[in-house]
């Protein structure tokens, strides 16, 4: 590789003690200190002219001995700290040092000579002590402020820079960067502070007065130095924000993790300072003054160090905003780095690129390079042990794909899709010591499904019938949040059979029953409690939002000549406690008289295998096969109270658990919840295909579910030529909302690309479970498909879709065909056929109603011209 290197400076690892935690530990002492270096030099020239002009030799000897004690902290811990500084930034982040020395050189040399004057003048003006005359020496006094004063100015606009670089970023000018957007509130605001803590300051010298008058007057004066600025802080904060560029203002007000919280301190902290002051000021005994002096003390640390903390979590992801990322990597070369991999772009590495035998050491040398700068290893400082403790290697590796999208605060990641695995695996089993075992196909026991009777040359009629969903996914996490409740919709159709069948609905009742076992009371009536709480109905015991039980008639509808039963409340837990996705479900047909007409079985498919844990943690709720513990769920209400700035934990924990519509229902502010979750996903699961879709939905081919199972699962076609990748799929769903004027589309939609498609402009919009891929889209007429490519090209409304769609002769598609994601033939995971009852009854083989020409199934002749669509009379292509 040609030099100079992208990555050009070796990593000082610090494992613990990493993270900035000697960065933290040094500024916040120095600046602490540099502050009171600038305010104690005015206050002790202008304690000095007080005792002048009061004639109190006892005050004038007090203003030496402060003196004293103020040459002591500023130059000598001051001194050490400051060096400090530079020595620990020079080697945990020599990029952006580099970048402070190169750009700002002039302005760091008149602030060494500045700091060189303060040192000489404060030594001439102690040692100087009523040995020359008073004007000189208050010549002198004045000297050490006003450069204490003009140091504070160059180095706040080198500090400001890093936040706010404004203008410099284009013409890389000294005076832009220097007289940045935040310069003069961010001087105003030290300016404020180094007179408040030399009040401060002033109470621990103070205190040591042994004459009892003086002593109460000087702690009055110091609570003035103290309160006073206090005020003036205040408003140069409030300045201070108001003057941040937008980005900034976000992510110090809303994005940053970390800058709320501190923020809060630094506001909470502002009344007990005052307080304190007062109390110091009243007459109190000497001990508790003293004590008091020492809370101040730290009170004052903490109150600098909040502000500081704020300050530098504003810049975030940068070191210095939008030029050098915290990671060292200069904001110009992301894109170079990441086509050419960060091993090969980085100078001390043994490993060049990941191979299977390197993987855990290239993880190692990634995370020293990428990560090290601001987390620690079990230490003090942003601790990676804590923030990762629950992910797998595949919900970390989606994490690190998602940094720098929507949470801002954290930097892209910048490697090649193996270097992100690498670094994910090296986190999880390297450093968490995780062992995750391969993966293999689960299964559950099942009885061998019994077909109904049925006999082609006496039976008077054949019921055709399916579930509304080719699987339906509910939420079993009611006591955190629910998207989804048990609520399977049945269908069905009666066919009296003849040369001219007819579908029935008069006079003749269709009953459903759920397979024995499926009831499980005890389970849902947790879903039923939380059912009426979102409803304010009445819902009784064991039974779905519209009242249906797990048996019962089912609704005839004349008009389409179907029977339904909605919403039955089916969960996939049986009564021995195990998970089995494919309950049975009976439907019978009887007359007037309650005679049996013909009776068929479907499966009422439902499941809770969605795969939330791999990336918020826990573990399966149920037969460590399905189900969301209620680690996952907090996890998932946490997360969102994170980055929403909600409080739904603390609302579910209180016993309001949360309906995810509530606001993802439509309502003009909010995504709706298909958007919201796709398309705040797919910013964590790019490059992913199909596999993404099988990371959250129960299609995973090491589940037990394998809800995609029909013959389109056969033949090779999978969820992307239908939907889409997850980036497209997310980008239909958020260009319908963006024009909806949903500004939140906006975020969500930054950095996603589409893969199927050549540009965003090029996706079109969609409503959920409205607009959907079209069968017709790939097999026009009815006839074989030449190309495998329906993404974009969307039913027009809720009546096309192949779910509500009759052929010529009214029969429902689904009727025939199978439902959706299940088409005959389908292959279930639990045994063959047993999505495939009703073929497999009729006509002894899994294909569609009516394939290989076999017509004879409802009309008992053959037929000679196709009734129902076009190429229905024909072999059927797709044997087993």
């Known amino acids: 590789m040609n030099t ?48 002048y002009r009061e004639n109190s030799a006892d005050m004038l000897a007090y203003t030496r001995k402060h003196a004293r004690f103020f040459l002591l902290l500023t130059v000598v811990l001051g001194s050490i700290t400051g060096v400090g500084i530079w020595f620990v930034i020079s080697v945990l982040n020599p990029t952006a040092t580099a970048t402070l020395i190169h750009y700002f050189f002039f302005g760091w040399a008149t602030e060494w ?66 007289f940045n957007p935040t310069f003069w509130p961010s001087t105003a605001f030290r300016t404020a502070m180094a007179f408040m803590l030399a009040g401060l300051f002033g109470f621990v010298t103070t ?48 994005r940053s993790p970390e800058t709320l919280r501190y923020l809060r301190i630094f506001l909470w902290i502002s009344p007990f300072i005052f307080v ?23 009170i004052g640390l903490a109150y600098m160090g909040s502000f500081e903390w704020v300050r530098e979590a504003g810049r975030r992801p940068y070191i210095v905003r939008g030029y050098t990322y915290s990671n060292s990597v200069r904001a110009a070369d992301a894109a170079a780095i990441q086509e050419a991999g960060v091993l090969k772009s980085a100078r001390w590495v043994d490993n060049r690129e990941v191979t299977e035998e390197n993987t855990m050491a290239a993880g190692q040398e990634l995370f020293r390079l990428l990560c090290s700068a601001c987390h620690s290893v079990g230490g003090p400082m942003n601790d990676i042990l804590d923030r990762t403790e629950k992910f797998t290697v595949f919900g970390m590796d989606a994490m690190l794909n998602g940094m720098g999208k929507i949470n ?152 389409k000549g179907i029977f339904t039963a909605r919403a039955v409340p089916v969960v996939p837990y049986p009564d021995d406690g195990e998970f089995q996705p494919y309950p049975l479900a009976t439907i019978q047909a009887r007359d007037t008289e309650g005679n049996l007409l013909v009776e068929t079985r479907i499966t009422a ?48 924990e209180d016993g309001n658990p949360v309906r995810c519509q509530e606001c993802h229902g439509g309502e003009p502010e909010h995504l709706n919840l298909s958007a919201a979750v796709h398309g705040f996903h797919a910013n964590y699961l790019t490059d992913r295909w199909a596999e993404a879709c099988a990371a959250c939905h129960p299609g995973n081919p090491e589940g037990v579910t394998h809800a995609y199972r029909g013959i389109h699962k056969q033949v090779g076609i999978d969820c992307i030529s239908c939907h889409g990748a997850l980036e497209d799929l997310a980008l239909s769903l958020l260009t319908a909302e963006k024009a909806a004027g949903k500004a939140s589309a906006d975020r969500l939609m930054a950095h996603l690309k589409p893969r199927v498609v050549e540009s965003v402009d090029k996706v079109k919009p969609r409503q959920p479970w409205i607009n959907q891929p079209d069968c017709l889209n790939c097999h026009i007429d009815f006839q074989m498909p030449e190309v495998i490519e329906t993404f974009n090209n969307w039913t027009p409304s809720e009546a096309a879709l192949y779910r509500n769609r009759t052929g010529d002769a009214g029969v429902m598609c689904a009727g025939c065909h199978g439902i959706t994601h299940a088409l005959y033939p389908a292959t279930n995971p639990l045994d063959e056929d047993r999505d495939n009852i009703p073929p497999m009854q009729y006509q002894g083989a899994p294909y569609p109603m009516g394939a290989d020409k076999n017509c004879k199934v409802c009309h008992t002749v053959d037929m000679e011209f196709e009734m129902h669509h076009p190429n229905s009379l024909r072999m059927f292509r797709n044997t087993r």
């Open 4 to 51: 100079p290197w992208l990555l050009g400076y070796p990593v000082w690892n610090l494992d613990m003690f990493g993270g900035g935690f000697w960065i933290a530990f040094m500024a916040v002492i120095h600046v602490f200190i540099a502050h009171f270096a600038v305010g104690g030099g005015l206050f002790v020239v202008l304690t000095e002219m007080k005792s």
């Open 605 to 652: 498919p439902v499941s809770t295998e969605m795969n939330c844990k791999l990336c918020h943690g826990g573990q399966w709720r149920v037969a460590d096969r399905a189900g969301l513990s209620a680690r996952t769920a907090e996890d998932i209400l946490t997360v969102h109270d994170r980055m929403n700035r909600t409080r739904l934990k603390e609302r579910a």
């Open 207 to 254: 205190l040591s007065v042994k004459n009892p008058d003086l002593r109460e007057t000087l702690i009055r004066y110091c609570a003035k130095w103290l309160l006073i600025p206090l005020g003036l802080v205040l408003a140069a904060g409030a300045w201070y924000i108001a003057a941040l560029p937008e980005a900034q203002k976000i992510m110090i007000l809303e």
């Open 276 to 298: 304190i002051g007062v109390l110091l000021a009243l007459r109190t005994p000497l001990m508790v003054k003293r004590g008091l002096a020492a809370v101040l003390v730290l």
């Open 408 to 559: 801002t605060y954290m930097p892209p990641f910048m490697g090649n899709r193996d270097e992100r695995r690498a670094l994910a695996t090296y986190i999880v089993q390297g450093l968490h010591g995780k062992s995750e075992a391969k993966a293999s196909a689960s299964t559950v026991e099942s009885e061998p499904v019994k077909l109904p009777a049925f006999d082609e040359k006496e039976d008077d009629y054949i019921l055709l019938a399916w579930s509304g969903k080719g699987m339906h996914c509910i939420s079993d996490s009611d006591a955190y949040f629910s998207f989804s409740f048990p609520g399977n919709d049945l269908f069905a159709q009666l066919i009296r059979r003849g040369a001219s069948p007819e579908k029935v609905t008069d006079g003749v009742t269709l009953t459903y029953r759920i397979q024995e076992g499926f009831q499980a009371p005890a389970r849902q009536v947790e879903f039923w409690k939380y059912s009426k709480s979102l409803t304010g109905k009445e819902v009784p015991e064991n039974t779905g939002l519209t009242g249906n039980q797990l048996s019962g008639d089912m609704k005839p509808d004349p008009e």
């Open 113 to 178: 000579l500045f700091f060189l004057a303060e040192i000489v003048v404060i030594f001439l003006y102690y040692y100087t002590f009523e040995k020359i005359d008073r004007r000189h020496h208050l010549q002198l006094g004045w000297l050490y402020f006003i450069f204490g004063w003009l140091s504070l100015f160059v180095i706040n606009g080198i500090v400001a820079f890093m936040l706010t670089p404004g203008e410099w970023l284009t013409t890389r000018d000294f005076w832009d960067g220097i």
